[in-house]
């Protein structure tokens, strides 16, 4: 008789149970929209158990779910993939399955290699022994738990880790510790570079195990504002302003679940040319460190990665850590699963990715040599650049053009779209835009964000105002609800077929 269960730290997941020998349960949605990581133990006699995930359109990229392996360890063994030969997903009836070995006495089976909270605990003492490691309690989460932040060397230049901001995305945790515990063997470059890394950002998330992407009420990593709702991230921003620099910032996630390794800069038209370029030197620094257990590569790098956000562009940590600090920022999508030579990667080759990016920081503080980086070409950058306005999405089917204060967007064909941000600042009671129009149709949104001019911050809140285009024989002023004294506006321009023109203010 087998018998599932969560009844440990860090198990997650709903509806389990056992149907005719075969184990069925579906991820945890903890205030999300998207579900993906999943952990639970099986007791029984032992032999091949069939487990099968439910509700699996509910995962975030759910049309890549057949390139996943799960894990489990037998007898608190190490953990290590299923036979992937055994997986299968089947989207029509929402369905994955595979097969997982199990012995007698318990078995835990997971998405992919856990980073519970016990090792984040066993990580952070066992590095607070280490000589020039300061370990800060900087805050506590919302369910009381600490919220620390390590400190290694005393350096000019500031290197930042964050990882889990989305609680599930283990792999990051893996690279943070990686770079962590290799800094620590070069007290050089320590004398040179002060480092500062959070290993767990939503820590309840971490111990509770939810996947925490897209948490209402607001996106741990979309909270950079005047008002962030996470404790953790109002720490953080805190304890970074007392400290007051920042070089470099890896913000370390994973990706969805068919994708590889991928690093993404600060929003592209938010970066001068100078800093994309400076951004993919890192990069590519990178891509000739990387193990091959686990390669990163610049040419993966994913133009898709750009649309990431909407209104809330800007209050990522990388975002903020870039406008407050001028710092070099970039995202570090780690993958679950495979790489891109098709080689299913392990806690060891995300670990040796983390000492990949220890050195990629050395080398760019000038502190190790850099290694050859000819044969790695930097990614064009393809966001068209202007003085008053800022691209949030890639423009499709729309031509983008300014000329002084207005912006024009031109589309010939109906399926124009295009998302910009004007970064003028307007008082509520003079937020308005001017607009003229020419063409059958289209729609436009606009978001006014609200602006903290003391903090020179998004506040977080968000207003939005709709409107079908009609033709204009001269320019219309429409004026817009602010959520604050201050706002920005963002406007999003829908089944575009002709031409706009817009000016703010
Ligand atoms: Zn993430």
Same mark, same amino acid.
């Given at each position: 008789?087998?018998?599932?269960?969560?009844?440990?730290?860090?198990?997650?997941?709903?509806?389990?149970?056992?149907?005719? !020998?075969? #184990?069925?349960?579906?991820?945890?949605?903890?205030?999300?929209?998207?579900?993906?990581?999943?952990?639970?133990?099986?007791?029984?006699?032992?032999?091949?158990?069939?487990?099968?995930? *439910?509700?699996?359109? &509910?995962?975030?990229?759910?049309?890549?779910?057949?390139?996943?392996?799960?894990?489990?360890?037998?007898?608190?063994?190490?953990?290590?993939?299923?036979?992937?030969?055994?997986?299968?997903?089947?989207?029509?009836?929402?369905?994955?399955?595979?097969?997982?070995?199990?012995?007698?006495?318990?078995?835990?089976?997971?998405?992919?290699?856990?980073?519970?909270?016990?090792?984040?605990?066993?990580?952070?003492?066992?590095?607070?022994?280490?000589?020039?490691?300061?370990?800060? *309690?900087?805050?506590?989460?919302?369910?009381?738990?600490?919220?620390?932040?390590?400190? $290694? !060397?005393?350096?000019?230049? %500031?290197?930042?880790?964050?990882?889990?901001?989305?609680?599930?995305?283990?792999?990051?945790?893996?690279?943070?510790?990686?770079?962590?515990?290799?800094?620590?063997?070069?007290?050089?470059?320590?004398?040179?570079?002060?480092? %500062?890394?959070?290993?767990?950002?939503?820590?309840?998330?971490?111990? &509770?195990?939810?996947?925490?992407?897209?948490?209402?009420?607001?996106?741990?990593?979309?909270?950079?504002?005047?008002?962030?709702?996470?404790?953790?991230?109002?720490?953080?921003?805190?304890?970074?302003?007392? #400290?007051?620099?920042?070089? /470099? #910032? /890896?913000?370390?996630?994973?990706?969805?679940?068919?994708?590889?390794?991928?690093?993404?800069?600060?929003?592209?038209?938010?970066?001068?040319?100078?800093? +994309?370029?400076?951004?993919?030197?890192?990069?590519?620094?990178?891509?000739?460190?990387?193990?091959?257990?686990?390669?990163?590569?610049?040419?993966?790098?994913?133009?898709?990665?750009?649309? +990431?956000?909407?209104?809330?562009?800007?209050?990522?940590? =990388?975002?903020?850590? %870039?406008?407050?600090?001028?710092? #070099?920022?970039?995202?570090?999508?780690?993958?679950?699963? %495979?790489?891109?030579?098709?080689? @299913?990667?392990?806690?060891?080759?995300?670990?040796? @990715?983390?000492?990949?990016?220890?050195?990629?920081?050395?080398?760019?503080?000038? $502190?190790?040599?850099?290694?050859?980086?000819?044969?790695?070409?930097?990614?064009?950058?393809?966001?068209?650049?202007?003085?008053?306005?800022?691209?949030?999405? +890639?423009?499709?089917?729309?031509?983008?053009?300014?000329?002084?204060?207005?912006?024009?967007?031109?589309?010939?064909?109906?399926?124009?779209?295009?998302?910009?941000?004007?970064?003028?600042? /307007?008082?509520?009671?003079?937020?308005?835009?001017?607009? &003229?129009?020419?063409?059958?149709?289209?729609?436009?949104?606009?978001?006014?964000?609200?602006?903290?001019?003391?903090?020179? @911050?998004?506040?977080?809140?968000?207003?939005?105002?709709?409107?079908?285009?009609?033709?204009?024989?001269?320019?219309?002023?429409? =004026?817009?609800?602010?959520?604050?004294?201050?706002?920005?506006?963002?406007?999003?321009?829908?089944?575009?077929?002709?031409?706009?023109?817009?000016?703010?203010?």
């Amino acid at each position: 008789m087998i018998h599932a269960h969560t009844n440990f730290p860090g198990g997650s997941v709903r509806d389990l149970r056992v149907e005719g !020998g075969v #184990i069925r349960f579906a991820a945890v949605r903890h205030e999300s929209v998207y579900s993906m990581w999943w952990q639970f133990a099986l007791n029984g006699p032992g032999g091949p158990v069939r487990c099968i995930w *439910e509700s699996t359109d &509910e995962v975030l990229g759910s049309d890549g779910l057949d390139l996943v392996v799960p894990v489990y360890t037998t007898a608190g063994g190490s953990w290590r993939r299923v036979d992937p030969r055994t997986c299968y997903h089947n989207p029509r009836v929402r369905e994955f399955g595979f097969m997982v070995p199990t012995a007698a006495g318990e078995t835990r089976v997971a998405y992919c290699y856990p980073y519970d909270w016990d090792r984040v605990e066993a990580f952070i003492a066992d590095v607070a022994q280490q000589p020039g490691v300061t370990v800060r *309690e900087v805050g506590k989460s919302e369910g009381g738990r600490p919220f620390r932040v390590l400190k $290694l !060397g005393q350096g000019e230049r %500031h290197l930042w880790l964050t990882a889990r901001h989305h609680a599930g995305e283990t792999p990051g945790a893996y690279v943070l510790e990686g770079a962590v515990r290799e800094l620590l063997q070069h007290p050089r470059w320590l004398a040179s570079m002060t480092m %500062h890394a959070a290993p767990a950002m939503d820590v309840d998330g971490v111990a &509770e195990g939810w996947y925490g992407k897209e948490r209402e009420p607001r996106d741990f990593n979309r909270d950079y504002c005047a008002r962030p709702c996470r404790p953790e991230v109002r720490a953080l921003m805190a304890y970074a302003e007392g #400290i007051g620099k920042a070089d /470099l #910032i /890896l913000d370390l996630h994973a990706p969805a679940p068919p994708d590889f390794s991928f690093l993404v800069p600060v929003k592209e038209s938010s970066l001068s040319l100078q800093e +994309w370029v400076a951004t993919w030197e890192f990069g590519r620094m990178l891509d000739a460190l990387a193990p091959r257990s686990c390669p990163v590569r610049v040419m993966d790098a994913q133009p898709g990665a750009m649309n +990431w956000s909407g209104e809330t562009m800007g209050q990522t940590s =990388t975002g903020w850590f %870039h406008r407050r600090f001028g710092a #070099i920022a970039a995202t570090l999508e780690t993958t679950y699963h %495979h790489s891109h030579d098709g080689r @299913l990667v392990t806690p060891r080759g995300w670990l040796a @990715l983390g000492k990949a990016v220890a050195h990629a920081a050395a080398a760019q503080s000038g $502190l190790r040599s850099r290694p050859d980086v000819a044969d790695i070409e930097l990614p064009r950058s393809r966001v068209p650049r202007f003085a008053h306005w800022q691209c949030v999405h +890639w423009p499709q089917g729309v031509t983008l053009h300014e000329e002084g204060q207005w912006l024009e967007a031109r589309s010939p064909n109906p399926d124009g779209y295009a998302w910009v941000f004007s970064p003028r600042v /307007l008082a509520a009671e003079a937020a308005r835009f001017r607009y &003229e129009y020419a063409g059958p149709g289209g729609a436009l949104a606009v978001h006014a964000r609200g602006y903290d001019p003391d903090r020179d @911050l998004s506040t977080g809140d968000t207003s939005l105002t709709t409107l079908e285009l009609r033709p204009t024989r001269r320019p219309r002023t429409v =004026t817009v609800a602010s959520p604050d004294p201050w706002c920005q506006l963002f406007f999003r321009m829908k089944h575009l077929r002709g031409t706009l023109r817009l000016a703010v203010g």
